[in-house]
């Protein structure tokens, strides 16, 4: 089993603001006697209640004809709950041909993977939520119990449920390799990661292995210099754009490609340290 400790850390350390009873300290103070004690304030007859009142400080000095003195409430950042989300795209996926299936199946191994291990990153007293879209009967291989699945029949509705699951979440990942997004980037939600993930053939088609089909509708010789050339420019344009996109409407995408040179089919160190960071990223977003 994988292991995210970077992340893990990252995680306890987050802010969260779901008051109830968690491990996290909440992004604002209240008035209240439950939480980290911060700091103490007068008692305000319009702001608090009585059970407010600092068990330290006497309730009835107020009244004391001789010498009225106002009693304290204790000010304290309430322990929250932090709730994840992760969100894992089957809808809009680009799709290979049968022979090429093979690299359906890397790219489904390498997200559901590194989604697994942020999700289990998670303490368990926090709130997580791991949800497939896209697909009814993809949670078969899945080693979360706590998973599910939701079919999504239209774009708008897709983008809806996004919406939707992130509105719940202190930090919300979205695993993709955004081919189907096009303008909907921009309809991404701020409090969302992107991860995009791809497999190696995306991003650059090899020399000399016939013909590969690639996008959307098209296919390349790659025994041809030329067509192979102007082939991988056209890929590594399309790739910098989605990337380049999710930055600009201020997220903090990550990029994972599939790597064979790994027996986990990706940099453990490397990707933990990434979803790490960008975890911290949020966090100073809402400071």
């Known amino acids: 089993m994988i ?3 970077e992340t893990s850390r990252a995680l306890f350390d987050f802010n969260a603001d779901t008051i109830h009873t968690g491990t996290h300290i909440a992004s604002n103070p209240r008035r209240d006697r439950s939480g980290m004690t911060i700091g103490r304030a007068d008692f305000d007859f319009n702001r608090d209640s009585l059970s407010r009142i600092d068990p330290f400080s006497d309730p009835f000095s107020i009244f004391d004809e001789v010498s009225p003195e106002m009693p304290e409430v204790e000010i304290n950042m309430p322990y929250s709950s932090l709730v994840l989300n992760v969100i894992v795209d089957i809808y809009s996926l680009s799709r290979f041909p049968e022979e090429l299936k093979s690299i359906d199946e890397k790219k489904r191994r390498l997200m559901i993977d590194i989604a697994e291990c942020i999700f289990r990153a998670a303490s368990r007293d926090d709130s997580r939520l791991f949800v497939l879209l896209g697909d009814n009967d993809s949670t078969n291989d899945l080693a979360l119990e ?4 939701e079919e999504v029949g239209s774009p708008e509705g897709y983008f809806s449920r996004v919406d939707d699951i992130s509105s719940t979440g202190d930090i919300n990942f979205l695993f993709s390799d955004f081919s189907g997004f096009g303008d909907g980037i921009g309809r991404l939600p701020e409090l969302i990661v992107p991860v995009k993930y791809n497999h190696p053939i995306e991003l650059e088609l090899p020399k000399n292995a016939g013909i590969i089909p690639f996008g959307e509708t098209k296919e390349c010789n790659t025994n041809s210099p030329k067509d192979l050339k102007r082939a991988n420019q056209g890929l590594q ?7 380049s996109s999710l930055s ?10 599939y790597d064979q040179a790994f027996e986990e089919g ?3 160190t490397e990707v933990d340290g990434a979803v790490a960071e960008a975890i911290r990223d949020i966090q100073r977003q809402k400071s």
């Open 266 to 268: 990706f940099n453990v």
């Open 146 to 149: 706590e998973a599910y699945s």
């Open 248 to 257: 600009r409407t201020g997220h903090n995408p990550i990029s994972v490609v």
């Open 3 to 5: 292991d995210f400790h």
């Open 237 to 243: 344009r399309a790739h910098h754009l989605i990337m």
